[in-house]
């Protein structure tokens, strides 16, 4: 009887947890999983970064086409941007400030939004863009007014 109680207890101890085999078969299982899914959520991250671009591209756009109507032409020279916030010496017709924060935004990387006007690629009145993730204009991540080809 006694042989058996110690047969059922032996079973039991080697029955009640998980081998190192079977420990690291989850554990690789689990870094296949992660690595699979990862790299997708940063993808999410990154459209959502040029759609916040180009959604602030976009309300510059307003503001560019209210100076302009109260204007009669888009801010121009080395201020640029900054005339939607601040009266330009020849504002007379000036109704701003055209952008509701104090400062001109930063694009979602933290770079200065890039404006010109007349612009290379609108020449009838301005370029806006965003120099993207990279920090460099002209190169395939920029976020821009106008279709790239």
């Known amino acids: 009887m006694k042989n058996k109680l110690h047969s059922i207890n032996l079973l039991r101890q080697s029955q ?3 081998t190192l085999v ?3 078969l ?7 999983l992660a690595g699979i899914v990862l790299p997708k959520f940063s993808g999410v991250s ?3 970064r040029v759609t916040a671009a180009q959604t602030q591209i976009s309300t510059f756009k307003t503001a560019l086409d209210a100076f302009e109507v109260d204007m009669g032409h888009y801010p121009s020279g080395h201020n640029g941007l900054l005339d939607l916030i601040v009266r330009p010496r020849d504002g007379v017709n000036w109704h701003g400030p055209y952008m509701q924060s104090d400062a001109l935004p930063k694009d979602p990387w933290g770079n200065d939004y890039v404006y010109e006007c007349p612009g290379r690629h609108n020449p009838s009145f ?3 863009s ?3 993730a990279d920090g460099r204009l002209g190169t395939e991540d920029d976020v821009c007014n106008w279709t790239k080809r």
């Open 16 to 18: 009640s947890g998980f």
């Open 22 to 24: 079977e420990l690291m």
């Open 26 to 32: 989850v554990l690789v299982i689990l870094a296949i």
């Open 46 to 48: 990154e459209r959502g």
């Open 126 to 128: 301005y370029d806006l």
């Open 130 to 132: 965003s120099p993207g």
